[in-house]
């Protein structure tokens, strides 16, 4: 299993600028969820979805758009770039709530280090 | 809204102590708490998971343990290593939803 990948590692954009940032998992997982990581401010999260056709807003969604058409596929657009986004952002895959114990230990992916001037 | 916090924000120890990490959160109605190992420019690996139901983990080295009632989980490293060097952080499930809570960590340092 190649577990939670992510594209591009590495990104620079200008402000007003979009891309989407990838993410992918191969263990049939069926919540996935983004997140930034920020000097003083920890993880915060910023969507989320619990299976193929579902997602829902984390703690910081603005600014950003997800879909899940696809249980393996979980990808974050950025629409309109802003230098307040310029972090690292982490994709995150689990089994559901509902799957037991054990079921819930959340994998990583090795992080996005996105740049907006 | 819960809140998590780790102390110290960085320990720097020599090779071979016993140590420990804690971490308190402000909502005792977690579903489970999650240690997590980062280091640096990687992703978090999961070290250990806690449901609500219980007192501790243990992994080889590493024993979790949880006080739901006191908002507090400690991390213990046995036999510290060079290899243990890394920012480890908890994190904490809400018993209503899917997110985690994390803590911002504690920085690790183990000297040879």
């Known amino acids: 299993n190649a577990g939670v990948t992510q594209t591009p590692k590495f990104q620079v954009l200008k402000t007003g600028q979009s891309m989407t940032l990838q993410c992918a998992q191969d263990?049939?997982?069926?919540?996935m969820s983004w997140y930034r990581q920020d000097p003083g401010m920890g993880l915060r999260l910023i969507h989320y979805?619990?299976?193929?056709?579902?997602?829902d807003q984390g703690e910081v969604p603005n600014g950003y758009n997800v879909s899940r058409s696809t249980t393996e596929d979980f990808p974050l657009r950025l629409l309109s770039a802003a230098p307040s986004q310029t972090s690292v952002y982490f994709c995150a895959s689990s089994y559901s709530i509902s799957s037991g114990v054990g079921g819930e230990t959340q994998y990583f992916g090795p992080g996005t280090r996105l740049l907006v001037l | 809204k819960q809140e998590v916090t780790q102390i110290p924000a960085a320990l720097s120890v020599p090779e071979g102590e016993n140590l420990v990490l804690n971490c308190s959160f402000t909502?005792?109605?977690?579903?489970?708490l999650q240690w997590f190992r980062q280091d640096p420019g990687k992703g978090l690996t999961s070290l250990l998971l806690?449901?609500?139901?219980?007192r501790e983990q243990t992994s080889g080295r590493l024993n979790a343990s949880l006080d739901k009632s006191s908002g507090r989980s400690t991390l213990y490293i046995a036999a510290s290593q060079p290899g243990d060097s890394a920012t480890y952080l908890c994190a904490v499930k809400e018993t209503s939803g899917s997110r985690l809570t994390f803590g911002e960590g504690t920085q690790l340092t183990v000297n040879p």
């Open positions: 909502d005792s109605a977690i579903y489970n």
């Open positions: 979805s619990v299976g193929a056709g579902i997602t």
């Open positions: 806690i449901q609500s139901s219980q």
């Open positions: 263990m049939n997982h069926e919540y």
